[in-house]
């Protein structure tokens, strides 16, 4: 797990983006001076570059780049929970404490700790197989609930298709 960032590595980071923005701005406009005038292009510039930035690090776009240059071995991403769920999210079967089974779709997942997941179109699932649809929306699945594994299964996802939640006519 990552560790903490400090207020200097806060500090250090926002110099850092600082410096790229104005360099982008000096690079785009030919400029080296700033004028008052200029603020809404440098904060059009600073949207940009948390955008992608932000896509970079989501998508792990770096760790991609140096992992096949045996550069890192390691993702951008802060853990493995959140690796495996953007790479694999979908049907899952999960185990829980005292052998409890749950199936259903990854709706959201937890960017962090403590692991939660929440299923969409959700069953129980008892020892012999049978499967005992939840109710509602899905089922919250939180740390507390003692998740042992978690397998990735092949389904076919009608979460969101048209014909979902009408009843075929005689």
Do not use: C
Request: zero cysteines; a neutral charge; hydrophobic letters at 45%.
């Amino acid at each position: 797990m990552q560790s903490q960032r400090t207020e200097m590595d806060k500090l250090i980071e926002a110099l850092l983006y600082s410096f790229v923005i104005y360099v982008t701005f000096s690079a785009l406009f030919g400029s080296l001076q700033i004028r008052t005038a200029d603020l809404l292009e440098l904060s059009a510039i600073a949207v940009a570059w948390a955008i992608l930035v932000s896509i970079m690090w989501t998508n792990d776009v770096i760790g991609k780049v140096l992992r096949p240059l045996r550069i890192t071995q390691s993702t951008s991403r802060r853990s493995v929970w959140i690796n495996t769920f953007h790479e694999y999210s979908g049907y899952v079967l999960v185990e829980l404490d005292a052998g409890r089974l749950v199936l259903g779709w990854v709706g959201y997942y937890s960017d962090g700790m403590p692991a939660s997941l929440f299923l969409e179109q959700a069953a129980w699932v008892t020892p012999d197989g049978e499967r005992h649809h939840i109710d509602g929306p899905g089922i919250l699945i939180t740390e507390t609930s003692g998740i042992k594994t978690i397998s990735f299964l092949a389904g076919i996802d009608i979460r969101h298709s048209a014909v979902r939640g009408k009843k075929k006519s005689p």
